[in-house]
């Protein structure tokens, strides 16, 4: 059985740091696109960045970009978020996703993706 579980979130002061992790069970790590989404109370999911299956494509949101970096562990089956320059807006729940040889952006929309159960953060200003 595939399992995503996220781990890092909490609470932290605007302009602060905070690294999520997302540790993978039952896939094949090496294979599969991996992502972070969020979502804020009465707003949509949205993707915040993403790397693919090979590690050479990488995607950010307009609004994280140069605050947030992604990276992957291949020998721990881990994917990481690094998040500096913490807003209050990036307060949301945040998702780990994972798709198997998928494309990079990724869609939150797509019935191919597995989620975590989510980790939150929370900014305050």
């Known amino acids: 059985q595939v399992q995503l579980v996220e781990s890092g979130g909490g609470s932290v002061q605007s302009g602060g740091s905070q690294r999520l992790s997302c540790t993978t069970l039952g896939l094949t790590f090496d294979d599969y696109t991996m992502g972070w989404f969020r979502q804020a109370p009465g707003k949509e999911r949205e993707g915040v960045s993403c790397i693919d299956w090979t590690g050479a494509s990488t995607y950010y949101a307009d609004s994280v970009k140069g605050r947030f970096t992604i990276s992957r562990d291949n020998a721990k089956n881990t994917l990481n978020l690094q998040m500096s320059g913490l807003k209050p807006e990036d307060t949301a729940m945040y998702y780990c996703?994972?798709?198997?040889?998928?494309?990079?952006?990724?869609?939150?929309?797509?019935?191919?993706?597995?989620w975590g159960q989510g980790t939150q953060v929370t900014v305050s200003s």
């Open positions: 996703a994972a798709h198997f040889q998928g494309a990079c952006p990724m869609s939150s929309a797509s019935m191919m993706i597995t």
